[in-house]
């Protein structure tokens, strides 16, 4: 059974509709990627899931109905969002930030353990854990954003556009550490503009245009596919 | 612990001890120095910074800009008038009315904060102005058909607050020394201000004051850390304006007179420049701009006298003159610590940052090779 499942999801803003009505599956332990054009709907796609938009349609996460949930409520599932933008708390210091990603857990040890796990592996942030998150580069912000959402232990990871903005090599960087953390079993629902890096990591993608789904399969097929080569991969 | 060796340095005990020592004595060398006015002057210097700690809550932690605080002071004030004084010809006693002016002002604070629970910024701050607006002009018009408020004559003949049949309305005498009222109300005040502040600052350290950080620094990421923000927001408002219930109570048993001229525009800007000149969001920078903003104005009266002996007439108005001042001040600020007096330590390292955006510049550069 799939850990998320997607049923004629529709977004819309005031009259415009930025999703079409969508379907799509996220299987436990899966890397899923959403890959398409600017305004294609995949950022809303994400809102809708996340309860900050005001989706129609049927979104189950382990069996539960998302719908009309609030994002906390939403969160408090298991269901952690790395926002467009990253959307880190400029003014508090990375290991508050980091801090604030555990903030509805109460297991000490364990949040003591994920965060030892969180400067393992982006050691940069552990150099500057003192730091306000408002001074660090852009990178190193989608670090941060990344490991605040590990720190809630999310059974779902949904990730943002994470290249937005990003020095090609500082990308290729975050692209490891998305592998890797999906190597390590969590769930992970990619969205990208990037597709090239996108399928390389995923195991499945969708291609969306204009607020629908159009192709959809194995990362490895759609990658080799001439329609989406040509649309996507600049071929 | 961890906060009080951040306020009291390396030794607290011993600055505590010398603090508190200060605060007893304090209304005596101000009434011998300068006079037992000044001793008021005192007084309202606390009811100043109860009620810059209680929109610090609302400004400063949550990050929500009120420019209708002082209604909720006007609530705490009138609901003192009401049950205590010939008005009604209702007499509680303070410890009964306080409790429920703050419980007043806090319901009206949720009142008010729920409706606006999508505004941010400039928008919220035009919707608090004009709730502030309309406190006080109900206050100003709720004379007829059914008296309420005794509209711009305002209430009269409030009662004093009494401890153990000891009215503090009066001068008490013990042990040969004659204290006057101010000095009773400063001791009464006080302890309102200490446990304000102590409430102040276990909220800041709590998991409701990271709730309230993280909401001022992105909503959105906020509710997806699985913070609830509309109930963390209604609560900042709750608490705030709690405060500025107790302040007004206060008030209101220590002028024994409230008119809603009282609680004008003009007063919820004061109590937010005193926030925004001390450093939003740190509790010394609070009090310290509650404390200058109060006492400066006063000082500034002696321009008057001055010029009369000097120059035989009033040639400016220190009362005008306090408002140039005070404007100048307010430029200068923003100039030269943008941050406040004394900052948060967030606000401080933020502000210095500056040339931290070369260095970030640097680590863009660096992440770029990496």
New interface residues.
């Given amino acids: 059974m799939s850990l998320l499942s997607v049923r004629g999801l529709k977004v819309a803003y005031g009259g415009i509709q930025a999703v079409r009505g969508i379907d799509f599956e996220v299987a436990e332990g899966e890397l899923v990627c959403l890959i398409g054009a600017n305004g294609a709907g995949k950022s809303s796609t994400l809102k809708g899931v996340?309860g900050?938009a005001h989706p129609h349609g049927e979104v189950l996460f382990a069996g539960e109905r998302l719908h009309k949930l609030?994002?906390?409520a939403i969160?408090?599932l298991g269901l952690?969002?790395v926002?467009e933008g990253r959307?880190?708390?400029?003014?508090?210091t990375v290991a508050?930030n980091l801090?604030?990603?555990a903030?509805?857990r109460n297991d000490k040890v364990g949040v003591q353990a994920d965060l030892s796990r969180a400067y393992e592996l982006f050691p940069r942030l552990a150099e500057r854990r003192g730091q306000?998150a408002?001074?660090?580069?852009?990178?190193?912000q989608q670090m941060l954003a990344i490991a605040?959402?590990l720190m809630?232990r999310p059974r779902l990871l949904l990730l943002d556009e994470p290249s937005m903005g990003?020095?090609?090599?500082?990308v290729m960087?975050i692209y490891e550490t998305i592998a890797a953390i999906a190597r390590e079993g969590v769930t992970i629902l990619l969205v990208e503009q990037n597709a090239n890096l996108a399928l390389r990591v995923s195991q499945r993608a969708y291609v969306m245009e204009s607020g629908a789904i159009t192709l959809s399969g194995a990362a490895s097929d759609l990658a080799s596919d001439s329609q989406v080569r040509a649309a996507y991969l600049g071929d | 612990m961890q906060a009080v060796h951040k306020y009291l340095g390396a030794r607290p005990r011993l600055t505590l001890v010398l603090l508190a020592a200060l605060l007893v004595i304090l209304p005596f060398v101000v009434g011998a120095g300068l006079g037992n006015s000044w001793v008021r002057v005192l007084d309202f210097v606390l009811l100043y910074v109860l009620l810059a700690l209680g929109l610090n809550i609302v400004v400063g932690y949550a990050g929500l800009l009120d420019l209708g605080y002082i209604a909720f002071y006007a609530l705490g004030a009138y609901l003192y008038a009401w049950l205590a004084s010939p008005h009604f010809g209702l007499h509680l006693p303070f410890w009964a009315v306080l409790p429920l002016g703050a419980a007043l002002a806090g319901m009206f604070g949720v009142l008010l904060g729920a409706p606006t629970l999508r505004l941010r910024g400039d928008y919220l701050a035009i919707v608090t102005l004009g709730f502030g607006e309309i406190i006080r002009i109900f206050m100003n018009n709720l004379n007829a058909p059914f008296n309420l408020t005794n509209g711009p004559q305002g209430m009269n003949l409030i009662d004093p607050v009494s401890i153990g049949g000891v009215s503090l309305g009066r001068s008490l005498r013990v042990f040969g020394f004659t204290l006057p009222s101010t000095y009773l109300y400063y001791y009464l005040f006080l302890a309102a201000t200490l446990l304000v502040i102590v409430i102040a600052m276990r909220l800041q350290d709590s998991r409701i004051g990271r709730a309230w950080a993280a909401l001022r620094e992105d909503e959105v990421a906020a509710a997806a850390m699985g913070i609830n923000t509309r109930n963390v927001k209604l609560l900042a408002f709750a608490m705030g304006a709690t405060f500025g219930g107790l302040a007004g109570g206060l008030f209101a048993a220590f002028q024994g007179f409230i008119s809603p001229e009282s609680f004008n525009l003009w007063e919820s800007i004061l109590v937010l420049c005193m926030i925004v000149l001390g450093g939003m969001g740190n509790i010394p920078g609070v009090i310290l701009g509650a404390v200058l903003l109060t006492v400066i104005p006063e000082a500034l009266r002696y321009l008057g006298d001055l010029q009369r002996a000097t120059l035989g007439h009033v040639v400016v108005d220190p009362a005008d003159l306090r408002m140039l001042l005070f404007g100048v001040a307010l430029v200068a600020m923003m100039l030269f610590r943008p941050a406040g007096l004394l900052p948060s330590r967030q606000r401080k390292r933020e502000f210095s940052a500056q040339d931290g955006v070369a260095e970030q510049e640097q680590a863009d550069l660096y992440d770029a090779r990496a």
């Fill in positions: 996340m900050l609030p994002t906390h969160a408090c952690a969002l926002p959307g880190i708390f400029g003014r508090l508050e801090d604030m990603g903030y509805t306000l408002g001074t660090l580069s852009g990178g190193e605040r959402a809630g990003l020095a090609p090599l500082m960087k």
